[in-house]
């Protein structure tokens, strides 16, 4: 029997960078950044006072009453969400909903109503908790939202693995499509947790950049003087589809899904590898499902957080698979990091360099490590032919998800 | 002393920050559920701005029998009186 080929035919985002794909992605190329100080009061208080904040805030594409009900990361998901549906061309499409997957996930869930509402248990009493308390901090909540609002009946699932969420998501969602269980699958991820404990919390590790006096020079992967990462808030959404699916209904191909590959380390909880066997592994067995050599890669979306031990980690990894030949970027180097929404928002940048053949450059990129020994597209965007792509994700817990988009 | 209409008026404007409805359609004989849209979740919502607003207690087991408007106008005027 032979596999069933997935495509990519929709995207949907809301970033630091814009509201929607087409501007984060114009932001992207131009190399500009997403981070600003953080004006609130809460902030004066904390080590770290940066963050990339969605540049549209939810509140201005969703109804009032709407946002009552919704976790800031749950109005997210579904603002991306309905774009790729609608950039899909399946708006009144007459998708069967039983043949309808979604797969979105985050990496903390709705901790900021949790705390939200634990103000108002303290300040005022049980009686005044809101009753949408659970919806809201339920991790499987954007999931579930978006396919109640989609009609998705062929399974709802949210994955959680920390920063590997987002490509996590989209590589179940592979293997739904693949094994026949539904024709058109939405997968992504979502994140939103700004906010003094979860900041505080990330601070307390020294996982952070406190680079506060220059907040867009603050996300600096593969930089000597990079000093941790600078937490974003988001979330992407891509429409997947078997190709069979795509083609009788003459859709749009960005890209295609070629494969996708999970492991885990199996070595500490938060440290990664420094042998990186757990992420070699995974692109070894990305680039094997894909049925793509490791030197027809010609372009990487790094994970490369801006921290002095992951980002070389990586780059070590990329050289023992054997991709040489590929331009890398850290697109956080102008998003910041959007924890469960990374690979997400990560995978949409891989598919449009696919796409356009543009890789998004890695600003802030003034003084590489030493160690640096792939080619960075430092400072300006590249324009080259990308037959392949890769996109690392890896996540606290020991998580990787490695994904493969190949020229359809 | 609070009469029906400032009652009424009070939960529109419960309603309308709670649930969205228009302050126009609430009449005394409109059911929460059925003309409203206002689901159960919502409804513990708009119950409890009620109880604040109105300086009164509802028990739960009082809610279920609060269908329309006009049930509610009466629970919270007998109860306030």
């Not at chain 1, 939103?192 to 020079?217: C, K, Q, Y």
Request: glycine share 10%; hydrophobic share 45%.
């Amino acid at each position: 029997m032979t596999r069933r080929e997935v495509v990519v035919t929709g995207l949907g985002a809301t970033t630091p960078l814009g509201g929607d794909v087409a501007s984060t992605w114009e932001a992207m190329v131009a190399g500009r950044s997403g981070v600003s100080a953080l004006t609130q009061e809460w902030a004066a208080q904390l080590p770290v006072r940066i963050a990339a904040q969605m540049k549209v805030d939810p509140s201005e594409v969703l109804d009032r009453v709407k946002l009552r009900r919704l976790d800031r990361s749950e109005a997210a998901a579904l603002i991306a969400a309905h774009q790729a549906w609608t950039d899909a061309g399946l708006v009144d499409a007459g998708v069967d909903g039983e043949r309808l997957a979604v797969v979105v996930g985050t990496g903390i869930g709705g901790a900021v109503t949790l705390l939200n509402q634990d103000d108002i248990l303290e300040a005022s009493g049980p009686r005044k908790v809101s009753p949408h308390t659970v919806p809201m901090l339920m991790p499987n909540g954007p999931a579930a939202w978006v396919g109640l609002e989609l009609g998705a009946k062929a399974g709802v699932h949210a994955p959680t693995s920390a920063c590997a969420t987002g490509a996590e998501a989209i590589a179940w969602a592979l293997d739904i499509l693949r094994a026949g269980r539904a024709d058109v699958a939405v997968a992504g991820g979502t994140e939103a947790v700004i906010h003094p404990l979860p900041i505080a919390g990330f601070a307390s590790m020294r996982a952070m950049s406190t680079r506060n006096d220059d907040p867009e020079g603050a996300s600096r992967p593969f930089d000597k003087a990079r000093d941790g990462f600078v937490l974003g808030e988001g979330s992407g959404a891509i429409v997947l589809e078997t190709e069979e699916h795509a083609k009788a209904r003459g859709a749009r191909v960005y890209a295609r899904l070629a494969g996708a590959a999970m492991t885990s380390d199996g070595y500490d909880i938060v440290q990664p590898d420094p042998e990186g066997h757990g992420t070699v592994r995974a692109m070894r067995a990305a680039l094997r499902d894909a049925d793509v050599a490791a030197s027809d890669i010609m372009h990487v979306n790094a994970h490369a957080t801006s921290t002095a031990v992951g980002d070389l980690a990586e780059i070590f990894a990329l050289r023992r698979a054997q991709v040489s030949n590929a331009v890398v970027t850290s697109t956080k180097s102008m998003t910041g990091h959007l924890l469960g929404a990374a690979g997400a928002v990560e995978s949409i940048a891989t598919i449009l360099a696919v796409y356009h053949g543009i890789v998004p450059p890695t600003i802030n990129l003034d003084d590489p490590d030493d160690e640096l020994t792939l080619d960075v597209a430092a400072h300006k965007a590249r324009y080259l032919d990308i037959p392949a792509a890769l996109n690392d994700s890896f996540g606290f817990g020991g998580h990787n998800a490695v994904l493969v988009f190949t020229r359809s | 002393m609070t009469t029906r209409d400032e009652i009424t008026t009070g939960l529109a404007e419960i309603l309308e920050e709670v649930a969205g409805v228009n302050p126009d359609d609430v009449a005394e004989e409109k059911s929460f559920t059925d003309d409203l849209d206002v689901d159960s979740l919502s409804m513990v919502e708009v119950v409890v701005a009620a109880e604040e607003k109105f300086g009164v207690k509802i028990p739960d087991d009082e809610v279920q029998n609060l269908k329309t408007v006009g049930d509610a106008v009466s629970y919270i005027e007998k109860a306030s009186a």
